[in-house]
């Protein structure tokens, strides 16, 4: 039996590398489609999620997976959440540490979710990761939000971390479940 592909639809590098890497060792393969998909945008994630990977399947026509990983702030009531990009495109990495990185008790939430359609039903895999934001930027700041979440435990942010990351983030989690899916349903 040859290892599955999976299409990824995402034009972020630092995603496709990424699941690349953390899914490799199960034997599921990744297919990059670098492919545009303009986002709904709602703070409901999984709605979101499904319509991203609706519109990429409609333009693919082939079994794939999508994702969207967001910020979670308690200050903010569960905000920015779907809204992430926006929130960080708006602010960038000093300013965002500014306004949420003065209390390190404040809790935030990492979340990963992914879309896989089959061709027939929509699946959804999860993963998440409590910690805090930093009070500075730390680390490259090429990868979004990276250079300012310091997973719960951690003392250095996800960008600081480099491929120690893969072990422990919300992306990790969630492929790893998506994973577990597609492995076992081949088993069948």
């Known amino acids: 039996m040859t290892n599955?592909?999976?299409?990824?639809?995402?034009?972020?590098?630092?995603?496709?590398d990424e699941a690349q890497t953390i899914?490799?060792?199960?034997?599921?393969?990744?297919?990059?489609?670098?492919?545009?998909?303009?986002?709904?945008?709602t703070e409901d994630v999984k709605r979101l999620v499904s319509d991203k990977?609706?519109?990429?399947?409609?333009?693919?026509?082939?079994?794939l997976f999508v994702e969207h990983t967001g910020l979670y702030l308690e200050q903010l009531g569960g905000l920015p959440g779907g809204l992430t990009q926006i929130f960080w495109d708006k602010l960038g990495a000093?300013?965002?540490?500014?306004?949420?990185?003065?209390?390190?008790?404040?809790?935030?939430?990492?979340?990963?979710?992914i879309g896989y359609l089959d061709g027939q039903r929509l699946h959804y895999f999860e993963g998440s990761v409590q910690g805090h934001i930093a009070p500075d930027p730390r680390g490259?700041?090429?990868?979004?939000?990276?250079?300012?979440?310091?997973?719960?435990?951690?003392t250095e942010t996800f960008a600081e971390m480099g491929d120690r990351k893969n072990?422990?983030?919300m992306r990790r989690k969630a492929l790893d479940l998506l994973a577990e899916h597609i492995i076992g349903s081949r088993s069948k």
């Open 23 to 41: 899914l490799a060792p199960s034997g599921v393969l990744v297919r990059p489609v670098e492919y545009a998909i303009e986002e709904l945008q």
């Open 140 to 154: 490259p700041r090429d990868f979004q939000w990276d250079c300012v979440f310091i997973p719960n435990g951690e």
């Open 53 to 63: 990977v609706l519109k990429a399947f409609t333009k693919v026509g082939r079994p």
């Open 94 to 113: 000093v300013r965002f540490t500014e306004l949420f990185g003065s209390d390190q008790t404040k809790i935030v939430e990492a979340r990963t979710v």
């Open 167 to 169: 072990q422990l983030s």
């Open 4 to 16: 599955p592909t999976l299409r990824f639809v995402s034009r972020n590098k630092y995603k496709l």
